[in-house]
Every structure is written in structure tokens, then in C-alpha cells.
């Protein structure tokens, strides 16, 4: 009777450890096929959650996990197209779900044409010798106090001031020699005069790419499409191979070829000075001349022309000289090498010429009237003021 006791009691405890077995494994595969759920589903596992029970603000919203629905929102980043450059300095985001920092600069207050009180290092005078100018005699020029305004506001936060008006006084550059170094002195006396150290601020001249960088795609259209009396539009070409003379810098810059050579694709830009000091070369002469058209002073400029129409009323005040050169190809046998200008709407336009060399070998005596232009950093301040001529915008760092 005792063993037949002892016999049930194994038995029961057999069953007992079977069953309990059977309940391990059903759990155990339950398990399994919700983590490879959770996994296959992408859902989000914290820290924060890894070792608690599932809670809704855990689950990716619209999911259920053992009677608890999902709140969790993750919020798509990838086709947020923001730079650094678009967003505050210090203010922070997610783009592309990666964290990035703004560098921007708020300059909302601002507004191009707005008058800053901005006062350049004094300076002594400047002098140019005739052996650079081509002139008959050196010249002396000095510093001149100008009032600024604010020419442009750019993305990195940075702002282009400009003189309100042209200098008053003027220099003489004469031939090839003139046009080889006008740019070099317009930016050089622009630096002496109008830079401010303390600001970490440089001084230069106006030039004809501060014009093209304002100018809206209907400008651009309009520029590009002008032929006027010179037969091409701006950026063809012409081969010269009876008249052919040129100043020194020519064979350097962008659109020419000389000789058999290819056009120069990589050479000088326009408002480059491209010499690091007053240089002595003057004329030469090729036996093919390739040079590309750059002048379309005929075209009179309008407001729509430009991105701002404060900007164009600002620009066209006035005229006088750009630090830009220009080719002004007239006929397949004579082109004009002009150093840019301001005259009244237009840029070049030929009443207010600028034109030194000639193909032909025809040197002019021109006038410089220079504007300057300073580019103050990011971290320049605007204090104080409201932009007005009476009130304008104080600095400070």
C-alpha cells in the first residue's frame, strides 16, 4: 500500500516538472517571436526602457505590444535641407537625423542702403609715380572722409559697406601701362585709406563683380543677350590678326588667347589685380589675337535687373571708375582695353569712357574715380542708431 503511495507521488512529480517544463518552453518561444517582432518593426529600445515594464511612451505610435498601444512619434528628418548657414549662430537641429549647429549671423535689423558709422585708420598720402602710371608726372592723392551704407547682407553674416559717394579726387593712368595697373592701384589706395585694423577690417575698390553678384536672372538674361554696335554678345569671341597690340596683362586673363594658344579658361578674372606691386610692363604684340567680349555699356540697366532695388539705387548715384577691366571688341579689327565704369544706368556706357589701348595702338589718358568698399566680419556688432543718414548704425565688437 506504502509503495503504491510512493509510486503516485513520483508520478505526480513527474507530471508536475513535465508540465512546468511545457509552460517554460511556450513562454520562452513567446518571447522569442515578440523581440523578433519588436526588432523587425524597428522599435525604439532606450536605455531609459530596457530593464521596465512596456510602457505606451515606449511602443512607436499605432503599434501594440501585449494590450499596450504605442504613443512614441519619431519624427522623419530626412528631407530637411538646412545648412548651418540658414540657421541662427548657436541655435541647434536635426537634419537628416543628424544634429547640426547654425552659424548665421541675425542681421534682420539691417537693410541695404542703410547708413553705418564706420571710421577707417588714418592714413598718409598716397603717392603714384609716373613710371607706373604712364602719366607725365607723379601723383599725390589723400585721404578723404566718406560717409557708408550698407551694400549687401550675406548668409555667413557678414556685411559690404560702401562709400556713399565715389572719392572726389581723382589719378591719371595712360595706355597699356594704365591698364595693366589700375586695379592693382585702385585696390591699393582703397586699402591704405578706408581699411580699420581694430575691426580686422581691408579696404578695397568697387569692381564690376559686385555688380554681376546683385544682378537677378533677368539682369544676367539681359546682359548676356545685348549686342548693340559690337556686333557680339557678352562672351563671344573675335580673332584679331592684323591689329593686334595689347597691354602686358591681356595674355593673362580669362578669354584670351594669343597665338596658336588655347583660350585661357583659368587665367586673370576681371577685377584681379593680379601683380603684387606697381609693375613696368607695357605693350606687346602677337601675331593672332583671340579676345572675348565683356562690354555691354549700351544696355541701360533697370530696377528689375537687380535682386534689390535698394542696391540699384545706391550703385547707379554716381559715376565713376569699377576695379575691373573690360574688352570692348567694336569690329573684327579693333578692340578697346577699358577699365570699367559707372555712367549713369549703365555699366560702360560711352559717354563716360574708360577705354587706354586700342588693337590699333591708340593710347588714352583716363580719369580715375575710385569707390571704396569694406567687408565687415561676423563678429561685428551693430549698436545703437537706426540706419538713418541723421542716426546711422554705430560698431562695436
Known amino acids: 500500500m506504502k509503495k503504491e503511495q510512493r509510486n503516485r507521488k513520483i508520478i505526480v512529480l513527474i507530471a508536475i516538472i513535465v508540465i512546468a517544463v511545457i509552460i517554460a ?32 511612451s515606449y511602443i512607436k505610435k499605432g503599434i501594440t ?54 571710421t577707417p585708420d588714418e592714413a598718409g598720402n598716397y603717392e603714384i609715380e609716373s613710371q607706373y602710371s604712364g602719366y607725365t608726372s607723379n601723383q599725390t592723392i589723400s585721404q578723404e572722409e566718406l560717409k557708408w551704407r550698407i551694400m549687401s547682407i550675406n548668409n555667413d553674416g557678414t556685411v559690404d559697406l560702401v562709400g556713399n559717394t565715389p572719392a572726389t579726387q581723382t589719378f591719371n593712368l ?143 548715384n554716381a559715376d565713376y571708375s569699377l576695379a575691373s577691366r573690360q574688352f570692348y571688341i567694336f569690329s573684327s579689327s579693333n578692340c578697346e582695353f577699358r577699365i570699367a565704369t559707372i555712367y549713369g544706368k549703365a555699366v560702360s556706357g560711352d559717354d563716360f569712357v574708360h577705354d587706354m589701348f586700342e588693337t590699333t595702338a591708340i593710347t588714352s589718358n583716363v580719369s580715375i574715380k575710385y569707390r571704396p568698399v569694406v567687408t565687415l566680419n561676423a563678429n561685428v556688432k551693430f549698436v545703437e542708431g537706426d540706419g538713418t543718414e541723421e542716426n546711422p548704425y554705430k560698431l562695436s565688437l
Not at 513567446?30 to 523578433?36: A, H, V
Not at 565683356?294 to 547707379?316: H, M
Open 25 to 56: 518552453i511556450l513562454i520562452t518561444t513567446n518571447i522569442i517571436r515578440n523581440n523578433k517582432q519588436v526588432a523587425s518593426e524597428q522599435y525604439l529600445v532606450t536605455t531609459a526602457n530596457a530593464g521596465s515594464s512596456l510602457v505606451a
Open 174 to 316: 595712360v595706355g597699356g601701362l594704365g591698364y595693366n595697373n589700375a586695379v592693382y592701384f585702385m585696390n591699393d589706395i582703397c586699402k591704405k585709406f578706408y581699411s580699420n585694423s581694430s575691426l580686422g577690417v581691408e579696404g578695397r575698390a568697387l569692381n564690376i563683380d559686385d555688380i554681376h553678384n546683385n544682378m537677378s536672372e533677368e539682369g544676367i538674361t539681359a546682359r548676356d543677350g545685348y549686342v548693340g554696335a559690337a556686333r557680339l554678345h557678352y562672351g563671344e569671341t573675335e580673332m584679331f590678326t592684323i591689329d593686334r597690340e595689347y597691354p602686358a596683362l591681356v595674355e593673362n586673363e580669362i578669354g584670351v588667347a594669343i597665338g596658336d594658344n588655347e583660350i585661357n579658361s583659368i587665367g586673370v578674372a576681371p577685377s584681379n589685380s593680379y601683380y603684387s606691386q606697381p609693375t613696368t610692363e607695357d605693350i606687346k604684340e602677337t601675331d593672332k589675337l583671340v579676345l572675348t567680349q565683356t562690354w555691354y555699356g549700351g544696355l541701360n540697366l533697370i530696377e528689375s535687373y537687380f535682386k534689390s532695388q535698394e542696391f540699384f539705387y545706391l550703385i547707379f
Open 65 to 118: 505590444i501585449g494590450g499596450i498601444t504605442g504613443t512614441l512619434e519619431v519624427l522623419d528628418t530626412s528631407d530637411a535641407t538646412a545648412i548651418p548657414e540658414d540657421i541662427t549662430k548657436g541655435k541647434t537641429a536635426y537634419v537628416n537625423g543628424v544634429k547640426i549647429t547654425g552659424t548665421r549671423v541675425n542681421r534682420d535689423m539691417l537693410k541695404i542702403g542703410d547708413y553705418v558709422e564706420y
